[in-house]
Protein backbone atom coordinates (compact mmCIF):
# COMPACT_ATOMS: atom_id res chain seq x y z
CA UNK A 1 0.00 0.00 0.00
CA UNK A 2 1.33 3.51 -1.03
CA UNK A 3 0.38 7.11 -0.47
CA UNK A 4 -0.86 9.33 -3.86
CA UNK A 5 0.17 12.77 -3.70
CA UNK A 6 -0.95 15.25 -6.89
CA UNK A 7 -0.51 18.79 -6.59
CA UNK A 8 -1.91 21.03 -9.67
CA UNK A 9 -0.15 24.35 -9.58
CA UNK A 10 -1.26 27.63 -11.29
CA UNK A 11 -2.00 31.33 -11.38
CA UNK A 12 -4.77 32.20 -9.13
CA UNK A 13 -7.85 30.03 -9.29
CA UNK A 14 -11.26 32.46 -8.71
CA UNK A 15 -12.44 32.01 -5.03
CA UNK A 16 -16.03 30.05 -6.12
CA UNK A 17 -14.12 27.64 -8.30
CA UNK A 18 -11.75 26.13 -5.58
CA UNK A 19 -13.85 23.57 -3.36
CA UNK A 20 -15.93 22.22 -6.58
CA UNK A 21 -12.75 21.99 -8.13
CA UNK A 22 -10.70 19.73 -5.76
CA UNK A 23 -13.77 17.86 -5.51
CA UNK A 24 -13.46 16.90 -9.01
CA UNK A 25 -10.07 16.20 -8.99
CA UNK A 26 -10.82 13.73 -6.15
CA UNK A 27 -13.59 12.62 -8.02
CA UNK A 28 -11.74 11.98 -10.96
CA UNK A 29 -8.58 9.78 -9.64
CA UNK A 30 -10.87 7.94 -7.55
CA UNK A 31 -12.67 6.84 -10.11
CA UNK A 32 -9.09 5.77 -12.30
CA UNK A 33 -8.61 3.66 -9.12
CA UNK A 34 -12.00 2.13 -8.55
CA UNK A 35 -12.45 1.06 -12.38
CA UNK A 36 -9.30 -0.40 -12.24
CA UNK A 37 -10.10 -2.79 -8.81
CA UNK A 38 -7.69 -0.99 -7.19
CA UNK A 39 -7.96 -1.35 -2.84
CA UNK A 40 -7.19 2.67 -1.58
CA UNK A 41 -8.18 4.93 1.41
CA UNK A 42 -9.68 7.59 2.29
CA UNK A 43 -9.15 10.78 -0.29
CA UNK A 44 -8.71 14.22 0.93
CA UNK A 45 -8.65 17.17 -1.60
CA UNK A 46 -7.32 20.97 -0.81
CA UNK A 47 -7.37 23.74 -2.61
CA UNK A 48 -5.49 27.57 -2.25
CA UNK A 49 -6.05 30.10 -4.68
CA UNK A 50 -2.55 28.42 -6.71
CA UNK A 51 -3.01 25.48 -6.08
CA UNK A 52 -4.95 22.21 -5.96
CA UNK A 53 -4.01 19.24 -3.72
CA UNK A 54 -5.26 15.31 -3.54
CA UNK A 55 -3.72 12.65 -1.27
CA UNK A 56 -5.22 9.13 -1.02
CA UNK A 57 -3.22 6.98 1.50
CA UNK A 58 -3.27 3.20 1.45
CA UNK A 59 -3.51 2.65 -2.41
CA UNK A 60 -2.28 -0.87 -3.85
CA UNK A 61 0.79 -1.29 -5.57
CA UNK A 62 -1.04 -3.49 -8.40
CA UNK A 63 -3.98 -4.72 -9.51
CA UNK A 64 -5.00 -8.24 -8.68
CA UNK A 65 -4.77 -10.75 -10.82
CA UNK A 66 -8.64 -11.23 -12.45
CA UNK A 67 -10.46 -14.21 -14.78
CA UNK A 68 -11.65 -13.07 -17.49
CA UNK A 69 -14.64 -14.27 -19.51
CA UNK A 70 -14.61 -13.29 -23.77
CA UNK A 71 -17.78 -14.36 -25.64
CA UNK A 72 -16.89 -14.98 -29.66
CA UNK A 73 -17.96 -16.18 -33.08
CA UNK A 74 -20.61 -19.01 -33.27
CA UNK A 75 -19.37 -22.77 -33.40
CA UNK A 76 -20.15 -22.78 -36.84
CA UNK A 77 -18.17 -19.32 -37.91
CA UNK A 78 -15.63 -19.36 -40.62
CA UNK A 79 -12.07 -20.35 -39.66
CA UNK A 80 -10.65 -16.80 -39.81
CA UNK A 81 -13.47 -15.32 -37.78
CA UNK A 82 -12.00 -18.16 -34.93
CA UNK A 83 -8.54 -16.84 -35.78
CA UNK A 84 -9.15 -13.54 -35.56
CA UNK A 85 -11.36 -13.51 -32.00
CA UNK A 86 -8.35 -15.76 -30.78
CA UNK A 87 -5.63 -13.14 -31.95
CA UNK A 88 -7.44 -10.40 -30.49
CA UNK A 89 -7.40 -11.84 -27.14
CA UNK A 90 -3.57 -11.08 -26.83
CA UNK A 91 -2.79 -13.93 -24.64
CA UNK A 92 -1.57 -17.83 -25.39
CA UNK A 93 -2.45 -18.86 -22.44
CA UNK A 94 -6.46 -19.53 -22.32
CA UNK A 95 -9.09 -22.05 -22.58
CA UNK A 96 -11.63 -22.25 -24.67
CA UNK A 97 -14.90 -23.62 -24.55
CA UNK A 98 -18.56 -23.62 -26.29
CA UNK A 99 -21.40 -22.42 -24.74
CA UNK A 100 -25.25 -22.67 -26.22
CA UNK A 101 -27.51 -19.39 -25.70
CA UNK A 102 -30.80 -18.96 -27.97
CA UNK A 103 -29.18 -17.90 -30.88
CA UNK A 104 -26.83 -20.95 -31.43
CA UNK A 105 -23.40 -22.17 -29.77
CA UNK A 106 -20.98 -20.08 -29.10
CA UNK A 107 -16.85 -19.58 -28.52
CA UNK A 108 -16.22 -18.63 -25.17
CA UNK A 109 -11.96 -18.02 -24.24
CA UNK A 110 -11.74 -17.50 -20.44
CA UNK A 111 -7.83 -16.60 -19.14
CA UNK A 112 -6.20 -15.28 -16.12
CA UNK A 113 -5.37 -11.71 -16.65
CA UNK A 114 -2.96 -10.36 -14.90
CA UNK A 115 -3.23 -7.51 -12.72
CA UNK A 116 -1.33 -3.99 -14.12
CA UNK A 117 0.84 -1.89 -12.17
CA UNK A 118 -0.52 1.13 -10.25
CA UNK A 119 2.25 3.68 -11.27
CA UNK A 120 1.78 2.92 -14.74
CA UNK A 121 -1.81 2.77 -14.92
CA UNK A 122 -1.88 6.23 -13.16
CA UNK A 123 0.34 7.66 -15.76
CA UNK A 124 -1.49 6.09 -18.42
CA UNK A 125 -4.91 7.98 -16.79
CA UNK A 126 -4.43 11.34 -15.08
CA UNK A 127 -3.52 13.07 -18.36
CA UNK A 128 -7.18 12.20 -19.48
CA UNK A 129 -8.49 12.94 -16.04
CA UNK A 130 -6.54 16.18 -16.57
CA UNK A 131 -7.73 16.87 -20.08
CA UNK A 132 -11.52 16.28 -19.53
CA UNK A 133 -11.67 18.87 -16.15
CA UNK A 134 -15.36 20.25 -15.92
CA UNK A 135 -14.03 24.10 -15.59
CA UNK A 136 -17.00 26.07 -15.47
CA UNK A 137 -14.67 28.12 -17.83
CA UNK A 138 -10.93 27.92 -18.64
CA UNK A 139 -8.61 29.49 -20.80
CA UNK A 140 -5.47 28.25 -23.24
CA UNK A 141 -2.17 28.36 -22.26
CA UNK A 142 0.28 29.83 -25.30
CA UNK A 143 -0.07 26.97 -28.45
CA UNK A 144 -1.45 24.08 -26.37
CA UNK A 145 -4.67 22.48 -27.13
CA UNK A 146 -5.50 22.22 -23.92
CA UNK A 147 -7.53 23.90 -21.11
CA UNK A 148 -7.12 24.91 -17.65
CA UNK A 149 -8.70 27.81 -15.28
CA UNK A 150 -5.51 29.64 -15.50
CA UNK A 151 -1.87 28.81 -16.65
CA UNK A 152 -0.67 25.92 -15.39
CA UNK A 153 2.95 26.16 -13.98
CA UNK A 154 4.01 22.64 -11.99
CA UNK A 155 2.46 19.28 -11.28
CA UNK A 156 3.44 17.35 -8.49
CA UNK A 157 2.68 13.82 -8.62
CA UNK A 158 4.00 11.13 -6.33
CA UNK A 159 3.06 7.61 -5.74
CA UNK A 160 5.21 5.79 -3.00
CA UNK A 161 7.38 8.67 -2.26
CA UNK A 162 8.55 7.91 -5.89
CA UNK A 163 7.46 10.66 -8.83
CA UNK A 164 5.09 9.87 -11.47
CA UNK A 165 5.77 10.16 -15.05
CA UNK A 166 3.04 12.80 -16.61
CA UNK A 167 2.78 15.37 -18.99
CA UNK A 168 0.10 17.99 -19.46
CA UNK A 169 -0.20 21.20 -21.19
CA UNK A 170 2.94 21.31 -21.59
CA UNK A 171 3.94 20.84 -18.09
CA UNK A 172 6.18 17.55 -16.92
CA UNK A 173 5.31 16.04 -13.47
CA UNK A 174 7.97 16.37 -10.73
CA UNK A 175 8.52 16.40 -6.84
CA UNK A 176 9.12 20.08 -6.92
CA UNK A 177 6.59 22.62 -5.35
CA UNK A 178 6.80 26.35 -4.75
CA UNK A 179 5.47 28.04 -1.48
CA UNK A 180 3.70 31.76 -1.20
CA UNK A 181 4.33 33.83 -3.99
CA UNK A 182 5.92 37.03 -2.18
CA UNK A 183 7.20 35.22 1.04
CA UNK A 184 8.69 32.50 -0.10
CA UNK A 185 8.83 32.05 -3.83
CA UNK A 186 11.51 29.27 -3.69
CA UNK A 187 10.72 25.58 -5.26
CA UNK A 188 11.34 22.79 -2.61
CA UNK A 189 11.32 19.54 -2.94
CA UNK A 190 8.95 16.52 -1.55
CA UNK A 191 8.86 13.52 -0.68
CA UNK A 192 5.22 12.82 0.79
CA UNK A 193 1.84 14.33 2.19
CA UNK A 194 3.29 14.66 5.60
CA UNK A 195 6.37 16.16 4.56
CA UNK A 196 4.32 18.60 2.04
CA UNK A 197 2.06 20.07 4.24
CA UNK A 198 5.43 20.64 6.85
CA UNK A 199 7.27 22.45 4.12
CA UNK A 200 4.20 24.42 2.97
CA UNK A 201 3.56 26.09 6.43
CA UNK A 202 7.19 27.48 6.39
CA UNK A 203 6.61 28.49 3.14
CA UNK A 204 3.73 30.56 4.00
CA UNK A 205 0.97 28.92 3.02
CA UNK A 206 -1.77 27.08 4.89
CA UNK A 207 -2.88 24.47 2.80
CA UNK A 208 -6.13 23.77 4.84
CA UNK A 209 -8.85 25.81 3.17
CA UNK A 210 -10.74 25.48 6.86
CA UNK A 211 -7.83 26.37 8.58
CA UNK A 212 -7.50 29.68 6.78
CA UNK A 213 -11.16 30.69 7.05
CA UNK A 214 -11.05 30.01 11.40
CA UNK A 215 -7.48 32.05 11.00
CA UNK A 216 -9.51 35.07 9.06
CA UNK A 217 -12.51 34.57 12.17
CA UNK A 218 -10.70 34.71 15.02
CA UNK A 219 -8.52 38.07 14.13
CA UNK A 220 -11.18 39.62 12.56
CA UNK A 221 -13.00 39.06 16.23
CA UNK A 222 -10.14 40.07 18.40
CA UNK A 223 -9.61 43.10 15.64
CA UNK A 224 -13.28 44.25 16.56
CA UNK A 225 -13.40 43.51 19.88
CA UNK A 226 -10.20 45.46 20.45
CA UNK A 227 -12.51 48.53 19.32
CA UNK A 228 -15.36 47.75 21.72
CA UNK A 229 -17.34 46.45 18.42
CA UNK A 230 -18.17 43.09 17.16
CA UNK A 231 -17.45 41.43 13.65
CA UNK A 232 -20.70 41.10 12.08
CA UNK A 233 -21.58 37.60 10.80
CA UNK A 234 -20.88 37.18 6.82
CA UNK A 235 -20.65 33.15 6.61
CA UNK A 236 -20.74 33.79 2.02
CA UNK A 237 -18.38 36.37 2.25
CA UNK A 238 -15.63 34.50 5.05
CA UNK A 239 -15.78 31.09 2.90
CA UNK A 240 -14.85 33.82 -0.35
CA UNK A 241 -11.71 34.74 1.67
CA UNK A 242 -10.72 31.60 2.55
CA UNK A 243 -9.79 31.46 -1.26
CA UNK A 244 -8.17 34.96 -2.24
CA UNK A 245 -5.32 34.47 0.39
CA UNK A 246 -3.19 31.19 1.34
CA UNK A 247 -1.22 33.38 4.40
CA UNK A 248 -4.39 35.19 6.24
CA UNK A 249 -3.97 38.47 7.96
CA UNK A 250 -6.11 40.32 8.75
CA UNK A 251 -5.55 44.14 8.88
CA UNK A 252 -8.26 46.53 10.77
CA UNK A 253 -8.96 50.14 8.96
CA UNK A 254 -11.35 53.05 9.50
CA UNK A 255 -13.93 54.44 7.52
CA UNK A 256 -14.34 58.58 7.59
CA UNK A 257 -16.75 59.83 9.78
CA UNK A 258 -18.37 62.05 7.16
CA UNK A 259 -19.63 59.30 5.09
CA UNK A 260 -21.40 57.20 7.88
CA UNK A 261 -24.61 59.31 6.67
CA UNK A 262 -24.62 57.41 4.18
CA UNK A 263 -27.11 54.52 4.12
CA UNK A 264 -25.81 51.67 5.73
CA UNK A 265 -26.53 49.39 2.62
CA UNK A 266 -24.00 51.39 0.78
CA UNK A 267 -21.55 51.09 3.14
CA UNK A 268 -21.60 47.21 3.27
CA UNK A 269 -21.94 47.07 -0.68
CA UNK A 270 -18.73 49.30 -0.94
CA UNK A 271 -16.71 47.33 1.60
CA UNK A 272 -18.49 43.76 0.75
CA UNK A 273 -19.40 43.30 -3.01
CA UNK A 274 -16.54 45.78 -4.55
CA UNK A 275 -13.44 45.23 -2.15
CA UNK A 276 -14.11 42.14 0.26
CA UNK A 277 -13.91 43.96 3.72
CA UNK A 278 -15.48 42.50 6.73
CA UNK A 279 -18.00 44.99 8.41
CA UNK A 280 -17.74 45.72 11.76
CA UNK A 281 -20.76 46.98 13.96
CA UNK A 282 -21.30 47.83 17.90
CA UNK A 283 -23.63 46.16 20.16
CA UNK A 284 -27.02 47.65 19.22
CA UNK A 285 -25.97 46.42 15.37
CA UNK A 286 -25.52 49.51 14.16
CA UNK A 287 -22.10 49.17 11.47
CA UNK A 288 -18.90 51.12 12.39
CA UNK A 289 -16.68 52.98 10.77
CA UNK A 290 -14.15 50.43 10.86
CA UNK A 291 -13.76 47.82 8.57
CA UNK A 292 -11.52 44.39 8.42
CA UNK A 293 -9.45 43.95 4.98
CA UNK A 294 -7.63 40.46 4.76
CA UNK A 295 -3.81 40.90 3.52
CA UNK A 296 -1.91 37.97 1.80
CA UNK A 297 1.52 39.01 3.43
CA UNK A 298 2.90 39.63 6.54
CA UNK A 299 4.62 43.35 5.99
CA UNK A 300 7.34 44.45 7.58
CA UNK A 301 5.27 47.80 8.79
CA UNK A 302 2.29 45.44 10.36
CA UNK A 303 0.40 46.23 7.48
CA UNK A 304 -0.13 50.30 7.80
CA UNK A 305 1.01 50.73 4.23
CA UNK A 306 -1.87 48.15 3.18
CA UNK A 307 -3.78 49.50 5.74
CA UNK A 308 -3.49 53.09 4.52
CA UNK A 309 -4.00 51.87 0.63
CA UNK A 310 -7.39 49.78 1.65
CA UNK A 311 -8.54 53.42 3.14
CA UNK A 312 -7.50 55.40 0.17
CA UNK A 313 -9.69 52.75 -2.17
CA UNK A 314 -12.80 53.04 0.02
CA UNK A 315 -12.95 56.50 0.28
CA UNK A 316 -12.73 57.24 -3.17
CA UNK A 317 -15.90 54.78 -3.89
CA UNK A 318 -17.73 56.66 -0.86
CA UNK A 319 -16.66 60.06 -1.99
CA UNK A 320 -18.50 58.59 -5.52
CA UNK A 321 -21.61 57.29 -3.09
CA UNK A 322 -22.07 60.25 -1.37
CA UNK A 323 -22.00 62.53 -4.66
CA UNK A 324 -24.80 60.16 -5.79
CA UNK A 325 -26.72 60.21 -2.82
CA UNK A 326 -26.78 64.06 -2.22
CA UNK A 327 -27.51 64.64 -6.38
CA UNK A 328 -30.17 61.83 -6.46
CA UNK A 329 -32.51 63.65 -3.40
CA UNK A 330 -32.44 66.44 -5.69
CA UNK A 331 -35.13 64.80 -8.02
CA UNK A 332 -37.86 63.07 -7.37
CA UNK A 333 -38.82 59.54 -8.16
CA UNK A 334 -41.86 60.90 -10.00
CA UNK A 335 -39.75 62.90 -11.88
CA UNK A 336 -37.13 60.13 -12.82
CA UNK A 337 -40.75 57.68 -14.58
CA UNK A 338 -39.91 60.07 -18.31
CA UNK A 339 -36.28 58.82 -18.02
CA UNK A 340 -37.62 54.28 -17.53
CA UNK A 341 -39.51 55.46 -21.63
CA UNK A 342 -36.26 54.72 -23.18
CA UNK A 343 -35.31 51.45 -21.50
CA UNK A 344 -36.52 48.20 -22.61
CA UNK A 345 -38.06 45.45 -20.49
CA UNK A 346 -38.78 42.87 -22.71
CA UNK A 347 -38.62 43.31 -27.08
CA UNK A 348 -42.37 42.03 -27.22
CA UNK A 349 -43.44 43.81 -24.04
CA UNK A 350 -42.30 47.11 -24.00
CA UNK A 351 -40.28 49.67 -22.31
CA UNK A 352 -39.96 49.98 -18.23
CA UNK A 353 -42.56 52.89 -18.48
CA UNK A 354 -45.02 50.75 -19.57
CA UNK A 355 -44.23 48.31 -17.44
CA UNK A 356 -44.94 50.29 -14.19
CA UNK A 357 -48.23 51.31 -16.14
CA UNK A 358 -48.94 47.53 -15.71
CA UNK A 359 -48.23 47.42 -12.37
CA UNK A 360 -49.95 50.76 -11.59
CA UNK A 361 -53.25 49.62 -13.03
CA UNK A 362 -52.86 46.13 -11.50
CA UNK A 363 -52.23 47.55 -7.75
CA UNK A 364 -55.02 49.38 -8.28
CA UNK A 365 -56.86 46.36 -9.04
CA UNK A 366 -55.64 44.46 -6.14
CA UNK A 367 -56.39 47.22 -3.45
CA UNK A 368 -59.87 47.08 -4.51
CA UNK A 369 -60.31 43.77 -4.35
CA UNK A 370 -58.96 43.68 -1.39
CA UNK A 371 -60.22 47.15 0.25
CA UNK A 372 -56.87 48.28 0.54
CA UNK A 373 -55.83 51.55 -0.27
CA UNK A 374 -56.00 51.96 -3.76
CA UNK A 375 -54.40 55.48 -4.56
CA UNK A 376 -51.37 54.08 -2.02
CA UNK A 377 -50.88 50.87 -3.64
CA UNK A 378 -50.91 52.79 -7.11
CA UNK A 379 -48.79 55.12 -6.31
CA UNK A 380 -46.01 52.61 -4.77
CA UNK A 381 -46.60 50.51 -8.12
CA UNK A 382 -45.87 53.50 -9.74
CA UNK A 383 -42.64 54.57 -8.41
CA UNK A 384 -41.30 50.75 -7.68
CA UNK A 385 -38.40 50.91 -10.54
CA UNK A 386 -37.91 54.73 -10.70
CA UNK A 387 -34.67 54.45 -8.98
CA UNK A 388 -33.17 52.08 -11.38
CA UNK A 389 -32.40 55.47 -13.31
CA UNK A 390 -30.40 57.14 -9.98
CA UNK A 391 -27.02 57.46 -9.82
CA UNK A 392 -26.40 55.24 -6.59
CA UNK A 393 -28.26 52.41 -9.03
CA UNK A 394 -26.32 53.04 -11.54
CA UNK A 395 -23.25 52.63 -9.56
CA UNK A 396 -24.45 50.43 -6.90
CA UNK A 397 -26.67 47.52 -9.33
CA UNK A 398 -27.37 45.69 -6.31
CA UNK A 399 -29.27 48.01 -4.12
CA UNK A 400 -32.02 48.75 -6.91
CA UNK A 401 -35.37 48.47 -4.92
CA UNK A 402 -33.51 49.29 -1.23
CA UNK A 403 -32.11 53.45 -2.54
CA UNK A 404 -35.75 53.79 -3.80
CA UNK A 405 -36.70 53.34 -0.31
CA UNK A 406 -34.58 55.78 0.97
CA UNK A 407 -35.47 58.23 -1.65
CA UNK A 408 -39.36 57.94 -0.92
CA UNK A 409 -38.45 58.20 2.78
CA UNK A 410 -36.40 61.44 1.95
CA UNK A 411 -40.05 62.79 -0.01
CA UNK A 412 -42.20 61.92 2.99
CA UNK A 413 -43.91 59.36 1.04
CA UNK A 414 -46.24 57.20 3.37
CA UNK A 415 -44.43 54.26 4.36
CA UNK A 416 -47.37 52.20 4.55
Given at each position: MAELLIELFSEEIPSRMQDRAREDLAAGVVKILDDAGLAHGQANSFATPRRIVLVIDGVAGEQADREVERKGPRVDAPEKAREGFLRNLGVTDYRLD???????????????????????????????????????????????????????HGILALFGGETLTISFSGVESGNTTRGHRFLAPASFEVTGFADY??????????????????????????????????????????????????????????IDE????????????????????????????????????????????????????????????????????????????????????????????????QKVERMERLAGWLAESCSADQKSAQLAARLAKADLVTGMVGEFPELQGVMGGYYARHEGLDER
Open positions: EVEEKKGRFLVARFTEKGQGTRALLEAELPGVLARFPWPKSMRQGDQDTRWVRPLVAKLEEARVVLDGDRRRGTIFAKAKELAEGQGLRLRDDEKLLDELKGLVEWPVPLLGQKFMELPEEVLVTSMREHQRYLAVEDGDGKLAPFFITVANIEAPDGGRAIVEGNERVLRARLWDAKFFWDLDRRTSLEDRLAALEPMVFHAELGTLR
